[in-house]
Every structure is written in structure tokens, then in C-alpha cells.
């Protein structure tokens, strides 16, 4: 099975801040690359599809990129509402499985 | 408006089992393909199991092959995930999933109904 890893496994960022996180698939997984994001006890959110699509509106500060094994999701202006564990997802084929997560607050 | 409602989840023993419902609106249910996604205390997500628009298909992880089985029934709107031979490992909440049409990903989630093993 594929494997998918994440970096970092949280972060503290300035309110402002660019925010960069990875997320690396054990094999090639083209662009079916999924991000969720999910605030402090609250249901998890689609934020980005098909590596770099944005879901129905997600603010636009928002952005994901990547193929094949590599991917990242960015942040390009942190705002206190983004404090949440981030999420990303293969979907190549079953088991759709889940990255470990990236827990973002602010410093 | 798209809702998903669950149900079912309760303090059972292990070795046990119970069944978990998820009952859907504000979408044409059986043009979707529906998941199951757990998230043990303070744990990260699972991806528990998939199921076709047309109950023809079904997926499931690793960790529950054998022991859980999804289920759905279109006439009544509902996602069902039958939990057999329970371990303390499978507590957790269990969220139902929609898919985003023509793709996988899990667009929109219920609020959980939590699944507890312990004796």
C-alpha cells in the first residue's frame, strides 16, 4: 500500500505568514492528492482536489501544488482562523489513505 | 443543504458489535459513492471504507477487512457500517462521508457518532 507522510508535524507561524506544508506519497499518485483541514474540535473541511483544485469557497489564500510524489499546501497570509490540523489524502485506489497531519497555530 | 446525520454509536465490550447508520439529505443520495472515516481520541483520520453510488462496490482498510461491513440503502437514504469483533483500537468517532461528484474526495462530513470498546 502507499504510504503518504507529512512535514512538518506542526508549526507556529506569525499572523501574515506565508505557510508551507509537504506531503509525500511512497509512489507515484499523479494529482489525486486531496487537503483537508480540520479546526479544534470540529469536522474536518475539503480544502484542495486533485493536488491543486480549490473546493467551493475556500478563501483564496489558499493553494495546493504538486505531482507525483511530492506535494505541498500553502498558506499565503496566515489569519487566526486557519489554527486547525491539516490533512492531506491519496485517491488513486483504496485504501484512501490520510497523511498523519500538520497542526498549524500561531506564534 | 446537504446533511449527514449518525447514529449508533455506544460503550460496547470487545469482541462485540454494533451497527452505525448515517441517514443523508439535501442530495440525490444515489448519485454518490459514500465513506466511512474514523478518528480515535486525540489521533489523526482513518480512512475506514468506500461504497459504490450503486452498493455494487465496496473498499475497506487493512485494519477492518473481515470485521466491518458497509452497506446502503437508496430507497431510504441511509449509509449503514457494520462493526463486528470490536477491538479497544476501533474507539474512536466515526464520521460519513460524501464524495464530490466524479471523484473521490470526501466533500462533505456528518458530525461523528462515537464508538467506544472498552470492558
Known amino acids: 500500500d502507499i504510504q503518504m507522510t507529512q512535514s512538518p508535524s506542526s508549526l507556529s507561524a506569525s499572523i501574515g505568514d506565508r505557510v508551507t506544508i509537504t506531503c509525500r506519497a511512497s509512489?507515484?499518485?499523479?494529482?489525486?492528492l486531496a487537503w483537508y483541514q480540520q479546526k479544534p474540535g470540529k469536522v474536518p473541511q475539503l480544502l484542495i482536489y486533485a493536488a491543486s483544485t480549490l473546493q467551493s469557497e475556500v478563501p483564496l489564500r489558499f493553494s495546493g501544488s504538486g505531482s507525483g510524489t511530492d506535494f505541498t499546501l500553502t498558506i499565503s497570509s496566515l489569519q487566526p482562523e486557519d489554527v486547525a490540523t491539516y490533512y492531506c489524502?491519496?485517491?488513486?485506489?483504496?485504501?484512501?489513505?490520510f497523511g498523519p497531519g500538520t497542526k498549524v497555530d500561531i506564534k | 443543504e446537504v446533511q449527514l446525520v449518525e447514529s449508533g454509536g455506544v460503550v460496547v465490550q470487545p469482541g462485540g458489535s454494533l451497527r452505525l447508520s448515517c441517514v443523508a439529505s439535501g442530495f440525490t443520495f444515489d448519485d454518490y459513492a459514500m465513506h466511512w472515516v474514523r478518528q480515535g481520541p486525540g489521533k489523526g483520520l482513518e480512512w475506514v471504507s468506500l461504497i459504490s453510488w450503486d452498493g455494487g462496490s465496496t473498499y475497506y482498510a487493512d485494519s477492518v477487512k473481515g470485521r466491518f461491513t458497509i452497506s446502503r440503502d437508496n430507497t431510504k437514504n441511509s449509509l449503514f457500517l457494520e462493526l463486528n469483533s470490536l477491538r479497544t483500537e476501533d474507539s474512536g468517532f466515526y464520521y460519513c462521508?460524501?464524495?464530490?461528484?466524479?471523484?473521490?474526495?470526501?466533500?462533505?462530513w456528518g458530525q461523528g457518532t462515537l464508538v467506544t470498546v472498552s470492558s
Open positions: 462521508a460524501k464524495t464530490i461528484m466524479g471523484a473521490t474526495p470526501l466533500g462533505n
Open positions: 489524502q491519496k485517491y488513486t485506489s483504496a485504501p484512501f489513505t
Open positions: 509512489q507515484d499518485i499523479s494529482n489525486y
